[in-house]
């Protein structure tokens, strides 16, 4: 009984903490043409002045949220990226992979 009861609480347990990550996560664009909008992100730096932040990542990644959160709520910090970036997030996922853009950056992974 008290391994059904065990075995219960962990399958609790992983059901809530993988319901945790935020579904309305969705600033990775899988259909993108990242070359583009990398292109276009460098172009509007060197007018405003600022370097390039590129965040390779999908929406799919917890990782990824818990930065993007932690970077956008902290308000300290996202006016310090404002102030001095032009940020990117570069999709890597499944649907696409953006190898060509990987390749160009030179695997920064």
């Known amino acids: 009984m ?3 009861v065990t ?4 399958c609790l347990l992983i059901t809530v903490l993988a319901s945790a990550q935020d579904s309305t ?26 370097h390039v932040l590129v965040q390779i990542g999908g929406n799919w990644c ?6 993007y959160k932690f970077t956008t709520t902290d308000a300290q910090i996202d006016s310090l990226i404002k102030a001095d970036y032009v940020v990117y997030h570069l ?19």
């Open 2 to 4: 008290k391994q059904i």
């Open 62 to 67: 917890v990782w990824c949220a818990r930065f």
């Open 7 to 10: 075995i219960l609480v962990i």
């Open 91 to 109: 999709n890597y996922s499944k649907e696409n992979k953006n190898a060509q853009m990987l390749e160009k950056l030179g695997y920064p992974q």
């Open 25 to 50: 996560f969705n600033i990775y664009k899988p259909s993108e043409n990242a070359v583009l909008s990398l292109n276009k992100a460098v172009k509007q730096a060197k007018e405003e002045k600022k």
